[in-house]
């Protein structure tokens, strides 16, 4: 993957900030509207935020194509605080409600990916690291796009599995390397869905952790 240069960093930088706006703007589109009751069976946008296969990919995707490390830190950030902004004002302005019990899950989601942005960034080295990296990406991925239910696998949304296969596509590192890769991974996630990562920041989640904390 070729990074972004230097001149391109604000141009990338602006690009995350329009990004975020537009999908706090998304989680207030009417669903009732005829043409789009059509999507709402692959994708509902006012479910936007609690979808989290839709948010490790969108990080995921910031990271690896920032200019440094650093910037991959800054990037992810900056995405997150500009999405819940731009969340609150548009539920202000259109619902009259702030979503105070969001506030204390957002910051630790921030937190988080500030941590591991640093790591995502080098998932797309040609090297050991980069191997790693790119196994554990798609594994905790793949842990929250699919079910395993019965002996049975399948996606939960069609964009989720589309999102799965882009992420696959980002990480190409040549045919055998990306198929030995994504074996490792699907093993390592059905592993990771006896924890139940796929519901930590859906909104029933979101909601309990603030009142334990609270």
Not at 16 to 30: C, E, H, N, W, Y
Not at 76 to 86: D, E, H, Q, W
Request: hydrophobic share 50%.
């Amino acid at each position: 993957m070729k990074r972004k240069n230097s001149n391109n960093t604000w141009l990338y930088t602006i690009c995350i900030v329009l990004i975020a706006i537009v999908f706090g703007f998304l989680s207030f589109i009417p669903v009732n509207i005829e043409c789009i009751k059509p999507f709402i069976a692959y994708f509902d946008p006012t479910k936007l935020l609690s979808n989290l296969p839709l948010w490790i990919f969108t990080n995921c995707i910031i990271s690896l194509y920032s200019h440094s490390e650093k910037t991959s830190i800054l990037n992810t950030t900056l995405f997150s605080i500009v999405c819940f902004v731009s969340y609150s004002l548009f539920s202000m302005i259109l619902t009259h409600t702030i979503p105070k019990d969001m506030f204390l899950t957002w910051i630790l989601f921030i937190l988080i990916w500030t941590i591991f942005s640093y790591l995502v960034w080098s998932a797309n080295r040609q090297d050991t690291k980069g191997w790693i990296l790119s196994t554990i990406l798609l594994a905790i991925l793949f842990s929250t796009c699919f079910t395993y239910t019965d002996n049975t696998l399948s996606s939960t949304t069609i964009l989720n599995f589309l999102l799965y296969v882009f992420l696959v596509v980002v990480l190409y590192k040549g045919t055998k390397e990306t198929l030995i890769i994504v074996i490792l991974s699907i093993i390592l996630a059905l592993i990771l869905s006896k924890t139940k990562i796929q519901i930590i920041f859906t909104k029933s989640a979101c909601i309990y952790f603030n009142s334990v904390i609270l």
